[in-house]
């Protein structure tokens, strides 16, 4: 059996078109009674364009595991990853950290690569709850463990700056699959350990 055990990751939106992003950002500007002749906007529209791209595109990876020869059965848990997103109502950033955790089976992750399944969740268009399913179950399929645990706290500018404009808010949100949902005591290690109170 190989020591390692890879699968490339990489998602790239289909037909990016920056170009005509750059012309639709100048329009969508225009539309709101913004002139862009003056020299410090004239290329707003271009950088836009590029911003957008640039939190729209994920970073390949490969995601590697390898054999849990000590047959470690505690939790992994990894806190505070910095974790970005655009939510998907109003296209402005949401930010926070995930707390990544997981009861290791046969095979144990590079620790760098569950910040990098988040990223790889965070860089489209995005609510909150489904991020957070989509990280512990894209981890559930391909790591097989006994169970996993994520918990995304973010701030969401749609909520702070505009609308009810709830400065300091935070939304927290769970997924919990396999022994960390269904045995109490695995639940509350991992909830005490990321420093979550459940």
């Known amino acids: ?3 390692t055990a890879t699968l490339h990751v990489l998602h790239q939106a289909p037909g990016r078109d920056l170009a005509a992003a750059e012309e639709a950002a100048a329009a969508f500007l225009e539309a709101l ?3 862009l002749d003056s020299e410090s906007l004239r290329q707003t529209p271009r950088r836009m364009a590029h911003g957008y791209a640039e939190l729209f595109t994920p970073r390949a990876f490969d995601l590697t595991t390898f054999p849990n020869d000590e047959d470690y059965d505690e939790l ?3 806190r505070n990853v910095p974790l970005r997103s655009v939510c998907e109502h109003h296209l402005l950033p949401f930010a926070g950290t995930v707390h990544i955790g997981y009861l290791p089976g046969e095979r144990i992750i590079g620790l760098s690569k569950l910040a990098r399944v988040a990223e790889h969740f965070a860089c489209r268009p995005q609510v909150q709850e489904r991020l957070t399913k989509q990280i ?3 981890l559930d399929e391909h790591l097989h463990p006994r169970g996993v645990g994520v918990v995304i706290e973010a701030e969401h500018s749609c909520m702070t700056l505009r609308g009810v404009q709830s400065v300091g808010s935070a939304t927290v949100t769970s997924a919990l699959l396999g022994a960390l949902r269904d045995d109490p005591r695995s639940r509350q290690e991992f909830f005490a350990l990321a420093g979550v109170h459940a």
């Open 1 to 3: 059996m190989p020591s």
């Open 33 to 35: 009674g913004i002139d």
């Open 76 to 78: 992994v848990l990894v």
């Open 136 to 138: 512990a179950g894209w």
